[in-house]
């Protein structure tokens, strides 16, 4: 790889985890600069300002998500313990991906969010989730279930524990909770419509 290619590499690839670990608000030229062992003239010479560059870890991420979904679509034969498994091969994107939920009220975060939730929904998971639960069909419902989940989920995920076991363990605690709100009266009046008077 030519040094100007391999220089930019060093960047994305130190970026992408400092995003991951500690947020985008807390990105800092200096300290990847130092980390790097590069020059913040390189930096500049690389993306010419710090949008430009949270843009290329934003494509990093969608790419390292095509090659979850792909391994997911090939490897996962059931919701549990399969995809918390394959997600434990994959601890920096899946902390990308909490920092992009976190960060929500940025709306290419939340536009990037809603993007992976989506593909690897449709790559495989919402198959299998489908199955675990014994839900006859796939439809929008399925799918906005999931993702209720899934936002329940990351707002619970501990960063520090993402052994297959912790994070299976908080998605059953979820799952359970919210099939058991399905099943209540209360959801059955909320399905009948607006209350009255």
Known sequence: MPKTKESKQKWIEKGYEHFALYGPS??????L?????????????????VEVFIEAL????????????????LECKNLFPDLYLLLGQYPIPLKFTRQLFLSRNNPAYNFLFMKVYSASANAFVLKLFAEQFGLHYI?????????????????RLDPDNLSAIK???????????????????????????????
Do not use: C
């Not at 600069?33 to 300002?49: L, M, P, Q, T, V």
């Open 26 to 31: 807390n990105l800092s030229v200096n300290k």
């Open 33 to 49: 600069s130092k980390e790097i062992e590069s020059s913040r003239a390189s930096f500049y010479h690389h993306f010419g300002d």
């Open 139 to 155: 439809n929008q419902g399925t799918y906005d279930l999931w993702l209720t989940v899934g936002e329940a989920w990351y707002s």
């Open 167 to 197: 994070m299976q363990g908080l998605a059953e605690e979820i799952m359970n909770s919210v099939l058991k709100f399905m099943s209540s009266d209360l959801y059955s009046k909320m399905e009948e419509g607006p209350l009255k008077n």
């Open 58 to 73: 934003l494509d990093m991420h969608w790419e390292l998500i095509q090659e979850f979904n792909s391994n997911g679509a």
